[in-house]
């Protein structure tokens, strides 16, 4: 029940596509949901986070889409661009207390040019 | 503005060898402290979280140790490595809210 589930695990998109990554998760406790993106070597950096009352959260070409019914949000990516190849891992946490992050297994986009 | 730091970059320790890994954090006052360890092509698996001084609690029974000997430093430590413990390790910092940021990491190789 503490798992999030995160598909592709890989992804292939060419430049200027819109990429996809979808999350799935059990626990209804989750009140946060953060998407990181990690480069090669480098700690993951904090994209974009959303809360379950808002169905979507949109950040310059980054959107974050909420379904709280189904219990899944997604990101995606419009316009890709060669510079957004990196992983990306969704999360979920329950506010409070130790703010345990739960990550997803991440998936691992490229943008060809 | 808020910094976390992390050393060292990368190492390489033979198997049985000790450990020692270090994380401070800048810019804030009592922040959650955590420890994350990616295998490689793998997600991040919390190892240890710390909610203040000499206050560490353990995600999963392993080979490693944590400690908090001031409000804004975090070790990680080991007494003999194993070949499972190689990986890129990461300390991240949190404040009140559900904001995780990360350190740089650092790459650990046991041969």
């Known amino acids: 029940q503490q798992q999030v589930k995160q598909s592709p695990q890989s992804l292939i998109v060419q430049k200027g596509g819109i990429s996809i990554i979808n999350c799935a998760y059990e626990n209804t406790a989750f009140d946060y949901f953060p998407w990181y993106q990690q480069f090669p070597g480098k700690g993951p950096a904090l994209l974009i986070a959303?809360?379950?009352?808002?169905s979507e959260k949109k950040e310059g070409r980054f959107t974050i889409s909420f379904n709280k019914s189904a219990k899944q949000f997604s990101l995606h990516i419009m316009d890709s661009q060669p510079g957004d190849s990196a992983t990306y891992f969704c999360a979920a946490v329950i506010s409070g207390g130790y703010n345990k992050l739960i990550f997803g297994a991440g998936t691992r986009l490229a943008v060809h040019p | 503005s808020q910094t976390i730091h992390q050393w060292p970059a990368t190492l390489v320790q033979p198997v049985g060898s000790p450990l020692s890994l270090e994380c401070t954090v800048e810019g804030t006052s009592n922040p959650n402290l955590y420890w994350y360890r990616q295998a490689a092509g793998r997600g991040l698996q919390l190892l240890f979280y710390s909610v203040g001084i000499g206050q560490i609690s353990s995600e999963v029974p392993q080979n490693l140790s944590a400690s908090r000997p001031q409000d804004r430093q975090f070790i990680l430590s080991s007494k003999k490595l194993l070949l499972s413990d190689s990986g890129f390790y990461l300390c991240?910092?949190?404040?009140?809210?559900?904001?995780?940021?990360f350190g740089p990491g650092t790459r650990l190789t046991v041969l």
């Open positions: 991240a910092w949190s404040v009140s809210d559900s904001l995780k940021f």
């Open positions: 959303i809360r379950p009352d808002v």
